[in-house]
């Protein structure tokens, strides 16, 4: 399994960035995927997850309403959407395959790859 993050980096506050993973490895339209961020001395926590056809998400409370992830099955591809960026949402943000839906309430993810890591600046 693998799984390539990228489109992390420096941005003000209030404004957009969008992340990309690129997975390969497995049989991507069967999983449900997601994302997770870890800050500097902070646990991980869980953002944003989407089902396996697209049709079903679930989002973290901190960013509903900002954020929105959305897949590409035919490119095997997942995304997410940051509009009004925070400060506070700078951190590490991993893509990772999830082992069922809702594993994430508890903390389990199947797989993740290395993390992107966005900046916002106030």
């Known amino acids: 399994v693998q799984l390539q993050a990228s489109g992390g980096g420096l941005v003000q506050a209030g404004g957009s960035r969008r992340l990309s993973c690129a997975a390969s490895?497995?049989?991507?339209?069967?999983?449900?995927m997601g994302w997770f961020r870890q800050a500097p001395g902070k646990e991980r926590e869980f953002v944003a997850a989407?089902?396996?056809?697209?049709?079903?998400?679930e989002y973290a409370d901190f960013v509903k309403g900002r954020f929105t992830i959305s897949r590409d099955n035919a490119k095997n591809t997942v995304s997410l959407q940051m509009d009004s960026l925070k400060p506070e949402d700078t951190a590490d943000y991993y893509c990772?395959?999830?082992?069922?839906?809702?594993?994430?309430?508890?903390?389990?993810?199947?797989?993740w790859g290395q993390g992107t890591l966005v900046t916002v600046s106030s």
């Open positions: 490895g497995f049989t991507f339209s069967m999983y449900a």
């Open positions: 989407i089902s396996w056809s697209g049709l079903d998400t």
């Open positions: 990772a395959r999830m082992s069922s839906w809702g594993s994430w309430r508890w903390g389990e993810y199947a797989d």
